[in-house]
């Protein structure tokens, strides 16, 4: 292998690495991270007297539903609006983490100086 391409792949590799950082940075700046998802939803008692039966407006709630697989089964858990807020940022922030891992393991590819496939 000739000198050249040796420097340009201690190059590559040091930029990868300087970028695996940045990332890495950008993961530790996360305090709460949860999978799922979350509804919230507004919801008719039974009483037919109550108002929310006539009026769409007075429906009670909203009420919070946290959704989310544990051991592969769906669980499902009504949360408080507090909750439901911060459990809202720690969804988002996971996915936004799940987009960060990919971009660090393309990263890690380009480090090692592996070609990723081709999609077909």
Do not use: N
Request: charged share 30%.
């Amino acid at each position: 292998m000739s000198t050249t391409k040796l420097t340009q792949g201690i190059r590559h590799q040091e930029r990868a690495l300087a970028r695996i950082a940045e990332l890495r940075d950008k993961i530790a700046a996360y305090d709460y991270v949860c999978s799922g998802t979350l509804t919230h939803r507004t919801m008719r008692c039974g009483k037919p007297t109550c108002r929310c039966q006539r009026d769409p407006a007075a429906r009670h709630g909203p009420y919070y539903y946290w959704a989310r697989l544990e051991r592969g089964k769906l669980v499902s858990r009504l949360l408080s609006p507090a909750q439901g807020q911060m459990i809202r940022s720690a969804i988002a922030h996971f996915r936004e983490i799940r987009v960060l891992l990919r971009r660090w393991e393309r990263e890690t590819l380009r480090a090692a100086g592996i070609r990723p496939t081709k999609k077909s």
